[in-house]
Structure formats: structure tokens, C-alpha cells
């Protein structure tokens, strides 16, 4: 996602955790910003994005903005560490190798004489 998608899904994500009204127009003034790069194809991650806006002086200066940006920084922490979590193999899956005795084929070997 470019830039300007990736506003607009921190607005929408701001929207929905009932952010204060100056995070909320840091972000529209940001979105009016980026319109010139609404089909650039250059990908930003969000969290790219989080750490710049934590960087600018209008968020430095109020701690309502910043607490908020935090918040999704920590949302967004957390669905990753999920993730990862979910795609790691168990730790108690046996990946060990181990070979049938000779027994085994002995007895295959006996069943399949019966059979034939």
C-alpha cells in the first residue's frame, strides 16, 4: 500500500479506537498532503509510516496525538507477534525420523504371502 492508503487506514483505525480530535486532523491534513501520491506505486509499511508521524513536531508537542499514535503502534505490535506465533511449528511436534523395525516388514511380508 502507498502512502496516502496507508493514511487513510491509520485515519480509519483512529476513527474506530475514538481518537482525539487533534489526532484525528493531524492525520486529515497529512491525507490532503499525500494526494499527489494516491496511485504512486511505492509501497510504505504502516509501521514506517507510525514512526515518522511520532518524529513530527505537531506530535512531540501534544500528548494526546501521541498517545494515540502509541496505541496503534502497540495494536499494531501485537497482531505481528500473533502472527509470528501463529506461523512458528509447535515446539512439542515430533520431527524425528525413526525407521520400522524388522519385525514390521517381516510381518508384511507374512500377509502378503497369505493374501497370495
Do not use: C, F, W
Amino acid at each position: 500500500m502507498n502512502l496516502y492508503e496507508q493514511l487513510q487506514v491509520i485515519h480509519e483505525r483512529l476513527n474506530s479506537i475514538g481518537a482525539h480530535e487533534d489526532s484525528i486532523a493531524l492525520v486529515e491534513t497529512l491525507l490532503k498532503r499525500a494526494e499527489a501520491t494516491k496511485y504512486d506505486r511505492t509501497q510504505i509499511s504502516q509501521m514506517q509510516v507510525l514512526k515518522h508521524m511520532l518524529r513530527m513536531p505537531a506530535v512531540i508537542d501534544n500528548y494526546d496525538i501521541y498517545n494515540d499514535l502509541q496505541e496503534l503502534m502497540g495494536d499494531h505490535s501485537e497482531v505481528e507477534l500473533m502472527a509470528r506465533e501463529e506461523a512458528a511449528p509447535p515446539a512439542y511436534e515430533d520431527t524425528t525420523r525413526r525407521p520400522k523395525p524388522r519385525s514390521y516388514y517381516k510381518a508384511r511380508k507374512a500377509r502378503e504371502k497369505k493374501s497370495s
